[in-house]
C-alpha cells in the first residue's frame, strides 16, 4: 500500500490508547483499528479532522505517501 497510516506513532506521543481515541473522536475502536492498520480504502475529513483535532497534529503527521516500489 503506498499510503501508510501513522496513527500508532501520534497515539504513542500522546501516551494515548486506541480505545480512548475512538471514544473522543467517536468511531468504534474496530473501525479506527481498521484505519490505523492500513486496511481502510478511505477516510472521512471528519474523521481526519477529528484524529488531528485531539492527537494536536496535521494529516500529514497521520499519513504519508510511499512509492510503491519502495512500500515492498
Given amino acids: 500500500m503506498p499510503v501508510i497510516v501513522d496513527i500508532d506513532v501520534m497515539l504513542a506521543r500522546r501516551k494515548m490508547g486506541v480505545g480512548e481515541l475512538a471514544d473522543r473522536i467517536g468511531i468504534t475502536p474496530t ?21 488531528c483535532e485531539v492527537l494536536e497534529c496535521q494529516p500529514g503527521d497521520l499519513l504519508r505517501r510511499v512509492p510503491e516500489d519502495a512500500a515492498d
Fill in 31 to 51: 473501525n479506527l483499528a481498521v484505519l490505523k492498520n492500513g486496511r481502510a480504502k478511505a477516510v472521512r475529513f471528519t474523521t481526519l479532522d477529528a484524529l
